[in-house]
Structures are given as C-alpha cells and as structure tokens.
C-alpha cells in the first residue's frame, strides 16, 4: 500500500482550522507511567486485567455503587447493552424503534445485533424520544428493541423509559455515548436496570483514546454484559450467549484511571470554558455544559438561512465547526433505504441549525473572542 492509498485519511488529519471544533486533552505520560509500570509488573494486557478491574471498581463507586463493565469503545458497549438486554433480533421482533436525530454510530450498532432501525422523530424541547409517543407507534408489536439516545450527552432519566418497558414488555437500551457527568452527578436518576451505554472516546469529556463502558443497577443485567463483550463467556469457557470481543485492554484503562484521578480539575476547566464561551457569544442562543455535555459547545440558528451564513462566517474565519449528527441518522447513503416514520421535520429542523463550535479544555481567551465576534456578527 502506497501513501497516496490513504490520502483521504491524512488529509482529514491536517484539515487547517485556525480554531480546531476539537482538541482532546488526555492524561499526560508522567501520569500514566504508575499505571503503566503496573502493566509491566503483571503482564496481563487484556481479559479483565488488574487495572481493568479496578477501574471497573472505582467508577462504580463515582456512579453511585452501581455495576460497571468496561468495553473497547463506545460502540462496542452499546452491542453488549443491546445483547445484554435484548439478545439477537428475532425474525417476529426484527426492529429497534430509536431517534433520526443521532449519530451514525448507533446505527452501526443496532445493525450489528441484527436489528433493522426504524426512525422516529424526537422532541422538540428535549431533542430525544418521547417514550409516551412510542405507546402508540404503529410498529411496536414488531419492535424487539427501542434505542434511546441521549443527544449530546443531555441527561436521560430511567424511570419513564422503566414505564414504557414495563408497560411494553419491549427491552430498552440507553445510547447515552456522551453522558458520563450525569452518571456522575446524578446516579439515582440516570442509572437503573436499563442498560446505559457510555462512551470514553477522545471527543469525549471523560476520555481515554478509545473506550466505553455499560452501566447498569442491576447485577443480573451487569454479568450478562461482561458475558455479551467477552464473546459470550459467562465466567467461564462455555459462551452462554451471543457476544462479541469487546473487552478493554489494560493500556485503555491505565489511561481511564489516570483520567479520573483528575476528572475533577478537568471539568471544572471545561465549565470555566463554557461560561466564557456562552458570554462571548451573546446574544445567540447558546446550549453548553451542564445543559449538555461538556465537550460540546453549540449554537442554534434561527433558521436554515442564518444557519447557512453562520457556517460560511465560520469558514471564512477559519473557525472549526460541525454538525455533529449531519442531516439526521435517517440521510446517509447506507441509511436511507432503511424505514422511517412518514415525516421527521424535528430531527431536520435540528440537524440544520444546531452548530456545534470548538470546545476544549485549553480554549484561548483570544480563540474564544474570535469566536464570539463571528457570532455576534450574524446573530445580531
């Protein structure tokens, strides 16, 4: 394979944004070589290592004393959530009923334990499903699965998607990707026996590189998890179920640990950055932490029109930006064939004026005005 075989990739890399929309910031080698070290001393690299365990251990007890199973990637812990909690898609209870507005990444996932997605649009306060909606949708008595995700890491309670579970008898996940600072802050609502996805991918807040984890208050669903990310193993050698390999290595999590030793500082400078952000930018509409996760900043446009001025405003000024979840889940090439509910003008609306803007820990005073006037330049 030649360089030019990966052009798209390494143009991707060193796209030039004089203001990056990300900049991750994870733990430094000095902080990580005790954890490192530990590595070295047991040998162990994977297959719930030391470090693993422990890590397990420690963000059980930020999370409230609930269960915790680590996974290789955010993705990978949604398939163990879904497995965990649904198993693979049955022929009668084939379709997993979840939001347009998301990324493309819990398409991925659903697909992958055999369920055909049916998109549904969302709400327009909360940007997420209305479990009271889905009571009456036509296809429920197809639906082997309804994905809740939480959009940009807003804080998605338990106990109406409990309800509806309930109510339903149809297995609920929560894709909850971005949502980690709730499950620390508010466990008692944020996690129960549904299943909670999370991700620990760099573009994240709490970030390891690449990682996610599966948290759950029940002990049954906890186990069935580990099961579902270790092909199946139950503890032992026989696979009691369907699974993938979705274990975290032991350099992952010497990265996670290292991370939380200072998850406080860190999201206090995260918080720091969105107040000033916010202010910079008055008098746009600005949603930042903790309304959302901290890892986002974004701005919403009044309408497609000033939405298109902003984003040439931004480039001009070669100001990062993204929308994070494009034109909705329901508009990619792959996607589009796939069945919808008839109409998702929600989700459209959203997925053309929410702008998300740089947002990092270390976000300059002078970057940050740069941005503020831009904005100020087209919402004004």
């Known amino acids: 394979m030649n360089r030019s075989s990966q052009a798209l990739w390494e143009n991707a890399l060193t796209a030039a944004e004089r203001v990056a ?41 930020a999370m409230g004393g609930n269960f915790v199973a680590l996974a290789s990637s955010g993705t990978t812990a949604l398939e163990g ?71 940009f890491g807003r804080k998605v309670d338990q106990a109406p ?44 807040a709490f970030a390891i590189g690449e990682g996610g984890a599966v948290v759950t208050s029940s002990e049954r669903a906890w186990r069935s998890a580990m099961a579902a990310l270790n092909f199946g193993f139950d503890g032992t050698r026989l696979a009691v179920d369907a699974g993938v390999n979705g274990k975290m290595s032991e350099y992952h999590a010497a990265i996670g640990h290292a991370e939380l030793d200072g998850w406080a500082e860190k999201l206090s400078r995260y918080r720091k950055v969105s107040v000033s952000l916010r202010e910079a930018c008055e008098p746009a509409e600005m949603i930042v932490s903790p309304a959302i996760g901290a890892n986002y900043a974004i701005a919403r446009a009044a309408s497609d029109q000033e939405s298109v001025r902003f984003q040439r405003r931004l480039e001009l000024s070669g ?58 330049e087209v919402f004004a």
């Open 161 to 204: 998607w409990t309800a509806f579970r309930d109510a339903t008898s149809i297995p609920v996940v929560i894709d909850g990707a971005a949502m980690v600072e709730s499950t620390f802050a508010s466990p008692a609502e944020c996690i129960g026996d549904i299943p909670v996805a999370l991700s620990f991918h760099a573009t994240k």
């Open 81 to 151: 959530a879904i497995l965990a909690s649904a198993g693979r898609a049955r022929p009668q209870r084939h379709v997993c009923l979840m939001p347009a507005f998301t990324f493309i990444g819990s398409v991925a996932a659903v697909e992958r334990c055999g369920f055909e997605p049916h998109f549904v649009d969302v709400d327009p306060e909360t940007w997420m499903l209305d479990p009271r909606y889905l009571l009456n949708h036509p296809r429920l008595d197809s639906a082997g699965l309804v994905l809740a995700v939480s959009a």
């Open 319 to 376: 100001i990062g930006y993204r929308r994070w979840y494009g034109d909705g889940a329901h508009l990619h090439p792959h996607t589009m064939a796939l069945p919808r509910d008839q109409v998702l003008p929600i989700t459209e609306e959203l997925s053309r004026t929410l702008i998300g803007l740089p947002m990092s820990v270390d976000l300059s005073a002078e970057d940050i005005s740069l941005i503020g006037e831009a904005v100020r």
């Open 21 to 61: 929309v990300c900049r991750p910031l994870l733990p430094s080698a000095d902080r990580l070589l005790p954890y490192l070290k530990v590595i070295d001393e047991t040998r162990r690299y994977s297959n719930h290592g030391t470090l693993l365990l422990a890590l397990q251990q420690r963000l059980s007890e």
